[in-house]
């Protein structure tokens, strides 16, 4: 309570209660910052509600991409095949040599690993070794039977790993340097043939290492001058067909 005089008057006033002034402010501070503590949480709930929605549907389409990649699919070229294969299995299309002069040709699963005019190809035996699930080309190589020494394929040999499959075709001649230990090797990637391959036959073959559902594929045509197309080799051979995938 003041007191001040206006002429012959004393005039009492009352001092303004700033304090109450100051608890009805931080009353209406507090609840304004509840209800923004209140919008925040709700938006808050529904953005995490919307990510976790969104990382399963996610994780279902990674899941459903990753169970259709597992099934090997024949690719749409399938190297050419008169044949459609099914689904779990590789098309295959292998060829020998025609006499010395055309080269040998190897198609797998859509793709050509030896011979045309891309991939090299020599005078010999012409080998590609393909992984027996995922269908992938692991090497490449020929090996000259006429002039070079055999030693070199049979390293080869013995360095496929177990679970791989084996194309091997001719051109020329594939069995002058052959040995024993060449020929067991291939009797046991699973043909029954090679014992029987001399100068200048023809040979085309489809095995592989360690694999027991593969049934081995082999054509063979001896090098007879009687008989022979191009005078001095035989006919070029032919094969093709559908692999089955090997299981993990």
């Avoid at 206006?6 to 209800?35: D, E, K, M, S």
């Avoid at 699963?109 to 891309?118: D, F, P, S």
């Avoid at 022979?228 to 093709?240: I, Q």
Wanted: charged share 20%; proline share 5%.
């Amino acid at each position: 309570m003041y007191r001040h005089r206006v002429g012959p008057y004393v005039v009492h006033t009352r001092q303004p209660n700033y304090r109450i002034q100051r608890w009805f402010v931080l009353v209406f501070i507090l609840v304004l910052a509840i209800l923004v503590c209140v919008k925040i949480f709700k938006y808050t709930e529904i953005t995490v509600d919307n990510l976790f929605s969104f990382e399963h549907e996610k994780l279902d389409r990674e899941m459903s991409v990753l169970a259709e990649t597992s099934i090997v699919r024949a690719p749409q070229n399938q190297c050419s095949l008169v044949q459609t294969c099914p689904d779990e299995h590789f098309p295959f299309k292998i060829a020998t040599g025609a006499a010395n002069v055309i080269g040998p040709k190897i198609c797998f699963n859509g793709q050509v690993l030896m011979g045309g005019q891309t991939k090299p190809w020599g005078h010999g035996l012409n080998i590609a070794v393909v992984n027996g699930i995922t269908g992938q080309l692991i090497d490449a190589d020929s090996f000259d039977m006429w002039s070079d020494d055999v030693k070199p394929l049979v390293e080869y040999l013995t360095s496929i790993k177990i679970g791989s499959l084996v194309l091997i075709a001719s051109c020329d001649d594939p069995a002058t340097r052959l040995n024993d230990d060449a020929r067991t090797l291939i009797s046991q990637l699973g043909s029954s043939q090679i014992s029987n391959l001399s100068f200048r036959d023809n040979w085309i073959f489809v095995g592989g290492k360690g694999i027991n559902t593969l049934k081995p594929l082999e054509k063979y045509i001896k090098n007879d001058k009687t008989v022979n197309l191009y005078g001095d080799w035989p006919e070029m051979l032919e094969m093709e067909g559908c692999i089955p995938r090997k299981q993990e």
